[in-house]
């Protein structure tokens, strides 16, 4: 049914606009906005979909033959997950680097029912419990109240978990019925020191467009783009109902129109869950048809927005489907200081960190942005099993001290004690402190540090915020380990893990090695490279039975080829058989890194098993350049 209805919401960044509590559907809001290192991230997927064992459903999940539409099949729920208590689930990978902070995190969730119990959802993370999310907004449309959309912050459960695979469980909708949807979307604003200085904002709400006379537009303000050079921005947007054969719905940056290869012009909002016109495969399952949920991340050069631009409009119209709209979001790269900062660790004492011995923290932070940043001050928090030692904090090009557990370091031209200075771009400065171990640290006690790093860019006039790689030591261990961070993880090469001796055998023994070796160390964003999988029987004489060798979809790459591996679960796993002793047998994965991954570190792990075996694990790591191809953009549009 479609009934004629205008809608039009501004939404400025410096304006929030309340929902009426007798309104039905939910005037758009901001609900994030910050000037940050860091990036946006939305993992989504569907709830519902056709009856494969029908004639041409299996054709529709995958966007081929002519019954594309919700309004062609009865629904059902898909429900992917182990637990037994849940009616309706599926997962997807949220992208979040290592090393990245969580800043805010909102689910949203959408489908056709009055049911009561329309507004409780289940959100858990990899195979843990099901947190019982309740939504503190709830919107509907149409007079039957039925179409309806809930959201709720969940930013501390994401916080806790941060990049990984989430499930989303009992989105309700009358299934059986055609022309009903069901779908979630966790949208997510991170802080990460390898990201370039952006304006992340994030408006959500629950409105209709449709019929061509109804639009929403958000208008933002406070930020400012480079004055020369590329200019990249990116706008996603999550919404229900929007059909794959039915076309005339527009996103548009500045009064153009956004598109990509998996989101025509004039078909923007078309069942896709897509970043930068690629389809988003890290999901379970992973159909590229949504049947009425849309999440989308569209890329834009500076024929969108320019050089010097302070402020950007974003407008959603059709002229024939319905949209109902739940969240826009919007990041773009700033005119802005970058105060990019290391941190090392050594142990004076050398060998294996032990209680008593002196650690010596390095620091540097250098601006490597576009702008001065002023008022400089770097903060520190004196480690955890740690005591400072007093005298030791000395400062390059500024003024250090330490107080009440922290240690200060007041950086830049003109920085006096309690006064940063100024770095202008390419400057440095630095910090270097130590600390004494506790005597009562035990071994295998991890003891991390992070540094944050503040200054005004006085240009935006807006405080900008960095922190440091997290950089760790482990009491009776030789070494360091590094967690983000402009360098990445310190991690190994690809090692074999020889297991553990199957429980019961005696004089035969099995046991599994497994290695995961990427064909690139270094690739680019947007590029396609293989990882080689080796499982090996490292036992002495017993036949390794059963054996499964298993990859989980990294966060920042999405599947071209398993040659051979079903995707499961958010992995791809072989069934690799039996490998006689000394034996082996190898798998590859072919994968593309994601365009949103520049400067991203690529964390794969691996892992064997066997029925009269352990588990045998590995890990892979590759760096992706910060110079990554620009994510793909749609050519000009005129009229």
């Not at 299934?175 to 020191?193: F, I, M, T």
């Not at 970043?275 to 379970?284: C, H, I, P, V």
Request: one cysteine or more.
């Amino acid at each position: 049914m479609r009934r004629s209805l205008l809608v039009t919401i501004v939404v400025s960044s410096f304006l929030v606009l309340a929902a009426s509590a007798s309104a039905a559907e939910i005037p758009f809001q901001k609900v994030f906005s910050d000037n940050v290192n860091g990036d946006i991230a939305i993992a989504a997927n569907g709830s519902v979909q056709c009856n494969a064992t029908q004639a041409q459903c299996a054709e529709a999940l995958y966007r081929t033959g002519k019954l594309l539409n919700n309004n062609d099949w009865p629904m059902q729920y898909v429900d992917l997950d182990d637990d037994p208590a849940s009616f309706s689930s599926s997962s997807s990978v949220l992208a979040v680097p290592a090393g990245a902070r969580v800043l805010y995190a909102g689910l949203y969730w959408g489908g056709y029912t009055t049911n009561a119990g329309r507004d409780t959802v289940g959100l858990r993370f990899g195979d843990g419990a099901y947190q019982t999310v309740k939504a503190t907004e709830l919107g509907t449309f149409g007079a039957s109240g039925q179409a309806y959309g809930g959201s709720a912050d969940v930013t501390k459960y994401v916080q806790e978990h941060a990049g990984g695979t989430y499930w989303v469980s009992n989105i309700r909708t009358n299934v059986g019925n055609k022309d009903v949807h069901a779908g979630w979307s966790l949208v997510v604003a991170y802080a990460n020191p390898a990201d370039p200085p952006r304006n992340l904002s994030i408006f959500d709400g629950y409105l209709a467009v449709e019929s061509g006379k109804a639009s929403v537009t958000a208008d933002i303000s406070g930020f400012l783009t480079p004055k020369t050079g590329p200019v990249r921005t990116a706008v996603g947007a999550v919404a229900w109902e929007g059909d794959v054969n039915l076309s005339g719905d527009q996103m548009l940056l500045n009064g153009r129109q956004l598109s990509n290869n998996a989101n025509p012009s004039n078909n923007t909002f078309n069942s896709t869950i897509s970043t930068f016109g690629e389809y988003t495969n890290t999901r379970l399952p992973a159909y590229t048809n949504l049947f009425g949920v849309d999440a989308d991340i569209f890329g834009a050069d500076a024929s969108y927005l320019p050089n010097g631009s302070s402020s950007a409009q974003v407008k959603v119209l059709t002229n024939s489907d319905r949209i109902l709209l739940s969240t826009l979001t919007f990041a773009t790269e700033l005119y802005a200081p970058n105060l990019e900062t290391r941190k090392d660790v050594t142990d004076v004492n050398g060998g294996a960190v032990e209680p008593g011995d002196i650690l010596e923290y390095t620091i540097e932070t250098k601006n490597t942005g576009s702008d001065d940043a002023v008022d400089v001050v770097l903060s520190d928090a004196v480690p955890e099993h740690t005591t400072y030692v007093e005298g030791s904090a000395e400062a390059n090009n500024g003024v250090a001290g330490e107080a009440l557990g922290v240690v200060k370091g007041w950086l830049g031209a003109g920085a006096e004690a309690h006064n940063g200075g100024t770095l202008a771009p390419g400057a440095a400065a630095g910090v270097t402190f130590r600390v004494r171990v506790a005597e009562s640290a035990v071994d295998a006690t991890r003891i991390p540090n992070t540094v944050t790093v503040t200054g005004t860019a006085p240009t935006i006039k807006s405080r900008m915020t960095n922190f440091s790689n997290t950089e760790s030591v482990v009491v009776g261990r030789a070494g360091e380990e590094s967690t983000g961070g402009p360098d990445g993880e310190k991690s190994p090469e690809p090692v074999v893990n020889e297991g553990e001796t199957a429980t019961g055998a005696t004089a035969t023994t099995t046991s599994l090695g497994v290695t995961i070796t990427p064909s690139k160390k270094r690739p680019r964003a947007g590029s396609v490279f293989t990882y080689s999988v080796r499982t090996v029987n490292t036992g002495a004489d017993l036949s390794a039975e059963g054996v499964e060798t298993c990859v989980p979809i990294p966060a920042q790459v999405v599947v071209v080829k398993t040659f051979g591996g079903t995707i499961k679960r958010g992995r791809v796993c072989w069934a690799t058989g039996t490998i006689t002793p000394g034996a082996e047998r190898g798998h590859r994965l072919q994968v593309r890194v994601s365009a949103t991954a520049r400067g991203a570190i690529v964390l794969a792990p691996a892992s064997a098993t066997a029925t009269n075996a352990h588990r045998a694990r590995a890990a892979s790591r590759v760096d992706v350049p910060r110079d990554g191809i620009t994510p793909f953009v749609p050519s000009a549009v005129t009229g």
